[in-house]
Every structure is written in C-alpha cells, then in structure tokens.
C-alpha cells in the first residue's frame, strides 16, 4: 500500500493541512517524502494522524486511547474542532490478490459462529480512508476497509500455518518510529525492553550458528549486515554467560558486539547506535515490505556520515516500502532532492 495524497483537519494543533504525495506531473507515488520546518510546525502531528488512521485500519491499534505513541492522548486530538483525517491509498493487484488468499484461510480457521459475517477485501486500486469520531471507514464502503487486514490475517493464522510467513512480504501496513526510539522503547518498561530484545538476539543466534541454518532463518545474519552497513567495522560476535545464582535463561547473557577493536554487550551501545538499532531489528523481525514507514528525526543521535548512510539504505532496507519522514538536519536538507521535500508553516525557520 501507499499514501497518494492526505488531508488533517483540526488533528490536534493543525487546523487545516494537505500534503500530495504523487510525483509533480506523474502519477507515481514518492517513494521518500521529508517533512521539515520549526519545532511547533507540527511535523510529529502529522506523522501522528498518518499512522493513528492506518493502524486503526489495519488493526494494528484497537481504538485511539491504546495509539501507541509517546506523549499522544486521545482525548486531545479533537481539542480543536471536530476531526476529520482522510488518506487517499493505493494498492497494487498482487497485494490485493493476496489479501483474498489470506482471508479465505483466515476465514476458514475463525470460530464457526463467526464464519460468514465478515465482509470480504476487495478490489479497490484506490481507496480513501477518513478517521471520524474515533473510527475510521472507507469512502468505497466495508470491503474496501478489509483490502487493509492481510497482515491481520497473518497473524491470526502463524501458528498453524507458520509457512504464511513468506507473505508479509506481499501485504501492507504501517510503521511508525517515533524520537524516542532506543533500546528501550521496545517495550513497555526500560528493563523490559531490554530483556525482549536480549531475548530475541540470543535465539537468532542459536539459528545463525546452526549447521542447519536457512537463508529464511538466518535473521541475525541480516540484522548484522544492514548494522554494519551504518557502522562500518561492525560484528555480532555472540553470547557469553553472565554469573547469575540460579538456572540461567536467555536473558541471563550478554549479547556481545565487536566495533573498532572494542568488545561491548548491546546495552553499552552509543546513542546513535540505540537510536538505529531497534529500527533496523523491528524491519528484520516484522519482515516489513509494501508498508508505509513513518520515521521522527530520521537523524536521531547521527553525524552527517551515518545520516547519509541510514537515508541511503532505508529502500535497501524495507524494500517498496514509502518512507515519510521528519527531519532537523540542515545535512539532509542539503541531500535531499527539493521535490521530496515538503515544508510546513509556521514558526521562525530553523533550516
């Protein structure tokens, strides 16, 4: 899926706004779209109400009090007038096929009281999203809200169906990375977050060095690939043993990193390194493809070198993915072409 054209109004603190995002004098959707101006402009805001419509589409989020963003509250989206966010989107025919596919089994597995009272997804191109009052529908009516579930049914159905997999990468959704991003972030407490991914890492690389391993299997493996693309010099050099008094878990191992000669477990990462990481494993882990990505401060805790890097690598790194991204960085503005740029009033400029 992609966005072809947005329209906020009364979204928080943005009253009115409309952002395009087909090519001028095209019909092709930018794949990268870089939303600059003042702090206050409302860049954030608008990332917000991209990835609040879609993930309520998707299912992602169940209704806008649980819109995972930090300092986001439902009960002042509308403080300004009555709300309304309307996202043109776009399909291809092989995520629409899909789609089909997957419902049908997703369809089949559900309880049977609930069989035959879904509407099925269909077969819109094009389809124009409103959230309203808390819900969102599509102008082109239910089946054209379902065109939006083909993740949804994937993971609904992995469990008994773990070779569904393969299909993310023919189905949509939206991402979202927000400016508070590190290693943290990835879940619901500091500590927590920590452990999840300790967790993860020390089961990829019980894959990555088994004789058995697939190219499929072998998430650490590209994991490591797209880090040391940003930190040149950059090697997972595996799991040691902490000292722990009791039987030792997963969690109770270091997750060790080699860079320039200095060995250091992924809680001792610098800034930048925490800044990129957790984006670079949730592409890995959700496998994310087709998707609109949205990214806060792309920059984060990144000199020139690792922006450029990082801008470079994102169509690498979720591929025919559409990247909407906020930036500060007077070095990105600089790179960045003048027609993927897109420059919101208000404020006194700070580029």
Request: glycine share 8%; charged share 25%.
């Amino acid at each position: 899926m992609q966005l072809t054209h947005l329209r906020i109004e009364n979204f928080k603190g943005i009253a009115q706004l409309e952002i395009p995002f087909i090519k001028e004098g095209t019909k092709q959707v930018r794949p990268l779209t870089m939303l600059l101006g003042d702090n206050g402009s409302g860049k954030t805001t608008v990332l917000q109400a991209m990835a609040l419509t879609l993930s309520l589409a998707t299912r992602r989020t169940e209704e806008p009090s649980s819109f995972e963003w930090p300092g986001f509250l439902a009960e002042r989206v509308s403080s300004s007038g009555s709300t309304r966010v309307e996202l043109d989107v776009r399909f291809e025919a092989d995520e629409l096929a899909a789609t089909k596919e997957l419902y049908l089994l997703w369809s089949k597995a559900i309880q049977p009281h609930a069989q035959g009272v879904h509407t099925p997804p269909g077969n819109h191109q094009d389809v124009r999203l409103v959230y309203q009052d808390g819900f969102v529908h599509a102008l082109q009516g239910e089946g054209a809200l379902a065109q939006f579930l083909g993740r949804f049914f994937i993971r609904y159905l992995l469990r008994t169906h773990p070779s569904l997999r393969q299909s993310f990468s023919r189905v949509g959704d939206v991402f979202w990375f927000d400016q508070h991003r590190n290693l943290m972030s990835l879940g619901s407490d500091q500590e927590r977050g920590i452990e999840r991914l300790r967790e993860f890492l020390v089961g990829w690389w019980g894959f990555h060095t088994s004789p058995r391993r697939t190219e499929a299997s072998d998430y650490l493996g590209r994991l490591q690939k797209r880090f040391a693309d940003l930190f040149p010099g950059t090697a997972f050099i595996g799991v040691e043993p902490r000292a722990v008094g009791r039987a030792p878990s997963a969690l109770d191992s270091y997750f060790l990193i080699e860079r320039d000669g200095r060995v250091y477990d992924l809680a001792e990462m610098s800034s930048g390194e925490q800044a990129v990481f957790p984006l670079l494993y949730e592409f890995v882990r959700l496998e994310i493809a087709r998707s609109v990505v949205l990214i806060d401060e792309l920059e984060l805790h990144l000199h020139p070198p690792q922006q450029q890097a990082l801008l470079s690598s994102l169509r690498r790194i979720g591929p025919n993915c559409q990247f909407i991204i906020t930036s500060h960085s007077p070095y990105l503005e600089s790179v960045v072409p003048g027609d993927e740029e897109i420059r919101l009033s208000g404020g006194q400029r700070c580029l």
